[in-house]
């Protein structure tokens, strides 16, 4: 079985795969000794893809994972990947992102497709239907947006989103969660429908934090999938197998 795991902005989320069947996801803040024991308990595990975005406590991470008698793969701008790409700067790509790509063409291959990811910030991938990444966009996230509007104004709120905002908004408060979400779903369908123009048949996969939120508010059709970077990882594990 492979451990996989996932080190975002805020959070590890990792998983747990008999082949390309996810076994056990879950979050937590940090994987100590203690949680890697359970997890050595409960499965078998012959093989880690460790995915970082920060740079923060990487050394324990990697110490407290050796107590598992198996090979350790570090996915980094150098990791052979299961996909032709066509991004330049290979060094600063997020590794999610690559993840998610890889995630993406495990489940849906040889298909046009827009790939989101809706957390911290807000990432967009386009994969052809011949495998080839072709690149994407960084957007600030959600919270990120509502932060940005209390940060750097004098008097504005800091706020969550809502789900029942409205579309204009009748007081500072609603006028805050109208305008970041509303421009948010108005960015997302804005690129769906040009891209659409350019690949037939485009399908839209979304995962991230906010990912279930914006799948309700889109007009167009959008497949969310949760556990895409856990999936996108193993991918690359499994097809770095010969390597490690």
Do not use: W
């Not at 007081?171 to 040009?194: K, P």
């Amino acid at each position: 079985m492979n451990l996989v795991i996932d080190r975002g902005n805020t959070q590890v989320k990792y998983g747990i795969f008999d082949q390309c069947q996810l076994m056990l996801s879950d979050y937590s803040d940090f994987l100590d000794k203690q949680l890697i024991k359970q997890l050595i308990n409960q499965f078998e595990i012959k093989g880690i893809i460790v995915s970082t975005v920060v740079s923060d406590r990487h050394d324990e991470l990697i110490k407290n994972l050796s107590i598992i008698n198996c090979p350790i793969l570090e996915l980094n701008a150098n990791t052979p990947l299961p996909f032709s790409s066509y991004y330049q700067s290979k060094d600063t790509i997020g590794k999610d992102r690559l993840a998610a790509v890889a995630g993406a063409i495990s489940l849906y291959e040889k298909t046009n497709m827009l790939v989101i990811d809706a957390g911290t910030a807000i990432t967009y991938e386009l994969v052809n239907d011949k495998n080839e990444f072709m690149g994407g966009n960084i957007s600030p996230g959600m919270n990120m947006r509502f932060k940005a509007l209390n940060t750097f104004t004098s008097r504005l709120p800091l706020l969550e989103k809502n789900p029942d905002h409205e579309l204009i908004g009748t007081s500072t408060t609603v006028a805050i969660q109208a305008g970041v979400q509303n421009g948010m779903v108005y960015e997302i369908e804005g690129l769906i429908n040009e891209l659409s123009t350019q690949y037939k048949h485009l399908k839209t996969i979304i995962t991230g934090g906010d990912a279930e939120f914006f799948a309700q508010k889109l007009k167009n059709p959008i497949f969310v999938h949760p556990n895409l970077v856990l999936i996108g990882l193993n991918r690359i594990l499994e097809y770095n197998a010969q390597y490690i």
